[in-house]
């Protein structure tokens, strides 16, 4: 089974979850639903699918300004991934992260991985620890 | 390359209060972004107090009982809510009252209630030069190409946060070299009447955006300056096209005459028919024999552009809704002169403090048919209204308005 070491961008808990890799980038605003954490935009490879609860595999973002307001939403929603794996850091994402932090809600872990490797996590649970360390347990 | 921080930031960061959770969300931002340091800024303009859910509201709440309070001038971009009374928004409870909440926790914090999108035409000008934290892309961009002010585009949250802590990351657009331009947009192939006619520059706005995206690019063969209401219109349409923070043009903007010579990587040379192509693209709706609504104002309305839409009105009673977006600055002075009941006596439904593309006041329908003489307007209503968009002069929104259904003038250039 795969295991990679990611460096950490935003601290977070240890988690676990089935692996949601994304094969294009996607923008937070007016792409995931705040509410559901659905991938509402209807051009995505991965429209439908839902990134609560899964290691989510980011091979880029779209920037908005408004995308660290739904990420945070969806933290205070409780329907945030378990963990975020981003290919770039995105600063403007990333807030929602450190804002819902300063707030006193859990965050997810988010690192950064090079995203030749994000194929070896498809369709597997993965586990990620608060150290970065991102391993592929289980087929999923 | 690792953040430093000064002695001063870092004692405010290691706080409990308001202050050093904002200082230490700069701080994370700047470590994110790569930024060597963190600069002191001159003002700040936040777009972070329109409501997109409850967290947005509880994070100001804790700012506001941490006892922050912001550091430099902050004005107010647009609210979910008409806090005048001007116009009626359909937002439902509890979003209604959670967008209430919002605004008033921005109003403690110190924060200008300005609520307006063009805080420049609002006497919220920054010196050349200066750095400063500013949100909403229209203002961003206009404060960067047309004052000369230096800001990134901060969005919810960071605004708010430089604007407390007085500080920004100093990357990006703060720093000179980010700011010369690497492309050239070149008009002089297109004919001087185009040029001087107002829809030239949303409509030449939304292709340079589309062209440009993130670039800094320098528009050359304008050989009249088109006044400040023209480059407003020009940069909102850019910004909402494309991801543009600052654009240059050659002979007008403030710094376009500051990079020596220019040796861009690029030139595109837009000819009459590109043009006329991208004027198309703002329209969206199928057919042109139904109106619903006429939307003008995005970016809000300054006093010249209230003084056109009653000349061209002249005193005419609408057959549909005619929604103008302005902030309560001009409201005031409107009402000093009796223009605001005139106005709204023809049917005009005058929009303060907010927009019809943020907040619901459109009719609710799926159907609808929306023309505006906003570049603006034209990217965001399909998406955020549900409506179609008709794009036209602000002369042909008039005449339709008028006459209950889409009239366009002849174009003969």
């Known amino acids: 089974m795969s295991a990679r070491a990611g460096e950490i961008l935003v601290p977070g808990a240890a988690s676990a979850g089935k692996a949601l890799v994304l094969t294009a980038p996607i923008s937070f605003w007016g792409g995931v639903d705040p509410k559901s954490g659905r991938i509402a935009d209807v051009r995505h490879p991965q429209h439908g699918e839902i990134i609560a609860g899964r290691v989510l595999f980011l091979p880029g973002t779209i920037g908005s300004s408004s995308a660290s307001a739904v990420l945070m939403e969806l933290v205070h929603s409780s329907n945030a991934p378990a963990a975020m794996v981003l290919h770039e850091p995105d600063a403007i994402l990333l807030l929602g992260l450190i804002v819902a932090r300063e707030m006193g809600w859990q965050t997810p872990v988010a690192m950064k991985l090079d995203r030749q490797h994000f194929s070896a996590f498809d369709n597997h649970r993965v586990e990620v620890t608060a150290g970065g360390m991102i391993r592929a347990v289980a087929a999923a | ?413």
């Open chain 2, 1 to 413: 390359m690792s953040l430093e921080l000064s002695a001063g930031e870092r004692a405010v960061a290691a706080g409990s209060d308001g202050r050093a959770m904002a200082m230490r969300i700069v701080a994370d931002s700047a470590r994110l972004l790569g930024a060597p340091g963190l600069i002191p800024i001159a003002s700040a303009h936040i777009d972070g107090a329109l409501y997109h859910g409850d967290s947005g509201t509880l994070f100001a709440e804790r700012l506001v009982a941490g006892g922050a309070r912001v550091a430099v001038r902050a004005t107010l971009n647009v609210g979910a809510l008409d806090l005048t009374g001007c116009a009626r928004v359909r937002l439902e409870e509890p979003a209604r009252s959670m967008a209430r909440r919002m605004m008033e926790a921005y109003r403690k914090l110190g924060c200008e209630q300005s609520w307006t999108c063009a805080p420049y035409q609002a006497g919220h000008r920054p010196a050349f030069g200066t750095d400063v934290a500013w949100g909403e892309s229209n203002a961003v961009v206009f404060c960067n190409s047309v004052l000369g002010a230096r800001t990134n585009r901060y969005g919810d949250f960071l605004d708010i946060a430089c604007a407390i802590s007085g500080r920004a990351p100093d990357y990006g657009l703060h720093r000179p070299e980010n700011r010369r331009p690497t492309l050239t947009f070149d008009v002089s192939d297109l004919p001087a009447a185009f040029l001087a006619d107002e829809t030239a520059w949303p409509v030449l706005g939304s292709l340079y955006g589309r062209e440009v995206g993130n670039a800094v690019g320098i528009v050359t063969g304008v050989k009249k300056h088109p006044g400040e209401d023209a480059l407003k219109a020009f940069g909102a349409a850019a910004a909402s096209s494309g991801a543009v923070g600052l654009f240059h043009i050659a002979g007008v903007t403030p710094e376009a005459g500051t990079f020596g010579k220019i040796e861009a990587e690029t030139t595109i040379h837009v000819t009459p028919e590109m043009a006329a192509d991208a004027r198309k693209r703002l329209s969206t709706a199928q057919t042109v024999d139904r109106l619903d609504a006429v939307a003008i104002g995005s970016p809000h309305l300054s006093l010249d552009e209230f003084g056109a839409l009653e000349r061209l009105l002249a005193g005419r009673k609408l057959s549909v809704p005619l929604y103008a977006c302005t902030g309560r600055h001009i409201l005031t002075e409107l009402d000093k002169a009796g223009r605001r009941k005139a106005l709204e006596s023809c049917g005009v439904t005058i929009v303060a403090d907010t927009c019809v593309v943020v907040t619901p006041i459109l009719a609710d329908r799926h159907d609808g048919v929306l023309m505006t003489n906003s570049g603006k307007f034209a990217q965001y209503a399909p998406g955020n209204t549900g409506y179609g968009v008709l794009y036209g002069s602000l002369a042909d929104c008039v005449e339709s308005a008028v006459a209950g259904r889409p009239s366009f003038a002849e174009i003969d250039r």
